[in-house]
Antibody, heavy 119, light 107 residues
Framework: EVQLVQSGAEVKRPGATVRISCKAS????????INWIQQAPGKGLEWMGL????????MYTEKFQDRVTMTADTSTDTAYLELSSLTSADTAIYYC????????????WGQGTLVSVSS | DIQMTQSPSSLSASVGDRVTVTCRAG??????LIWYQQKPGKAPKRLIY???ILQSGVPSRFSGGGSGTDFTLTISSLHPEDFATYYC?????????FGQGTNLEIK
């Protein structure tokens, strides 16, 4: 069974940095891109970027590129999202999602990690 | 960035109804269109990819169509478990972009 299991909810102060993990199992980790998607409370889905575990290729959206770092560790089949300089606007659920190389759409999703930013 | 616009934003329907959700892309995306279903408190689930290919395990009452800029998601006969929010997403170019969502509610 394919699973993406994310780390637990976080509460952060403005200006802080958060790091979220996404542990993959049940498939070959390097065969899928890991994408990160933000969903603000009551809002829609916004793609933040991706990391390719096969070669560490990364792509970030312009909105987040100055504050985000996405990495993948093939020794533990775990991907990470780091977001810095947090503000209340970053309060959201963050999902990791896997897209197969040569495939379309996000086939597998993590359960989501709620990040709350508050002073 | 390619803008994706869904209509309607919300829809009330009854069990057994046939419903169609429309997604329009800001430029031609070929058939690089995916549909997701999201239920409250859950992660989205891929329903359809490449415009019309059903994800394994998705009931055949779901279907997708279109090409270029105009796409549809149709549910032929609503079941109670189909009441959810539906999103389209283009995978033609990065940054990947989603429609704003269609909230399908029980009438």
């Amino acid at each position: 069974e394919v699973q993406l299991v994310q780390s637990g909810a976080e509460v952060k102060r403005p200006g802080a940095t958060v790091r979220i993990s996404c542990k993959a199992s049940g498939y070959t980790f390097i065969d899928y891109y890991i994408n990160w998607i933000q969903q603000a409370p009551g809002k829609g889905l916004e793609w933040m970027g991706l990391v390719n575990p096969e070669d560490d290729e990364i792509m970030y959206t312009e909105k987040f590129q100055d504050r985000v770092t996405m990495t993948a560790d093939t020794s533990t089949d775990t991907a990470y999202l780091e977001l810095s300089s947090l503000t209340s606007a970053d309060t959201a659920i963050y999902y990791c999602a896997a897209r197969p190389h040569g495939g379309e759409g996000f086939e597998f999703w993590g359960q989501g990690t709620l990040v709350s930013v508050s002073s | 960035d390619i803008q994706m616009t869904q209509s309607p934003s919300s829809l009330s329907a009854s069990v057994g109804d046939r419903v169609t959700v429309t997604c329009r892309a800001g430029q031609s995306i070929g058939t690089y269109l995916i549909w997701y279903q999201q239920k409250p408190g859950k992660a989205p689930k891929r329903l359809i990819y490449d415009t019309s290919i059903l994800q394994s395990g998705v009931p055949s009452r779901f279907s997708g169509g279109g090409s270029g800029t105009d796409f549809t998601l149709t549910i032929s006969s609503l079941h109670p478990e189909d009441f959810a929010t539906y999103y389209c997403q283009q995978s033609y170019s990065i940054p990947y972009t989603f429609g704003q969502g269609t909230n399908l509610e029980i009438k």
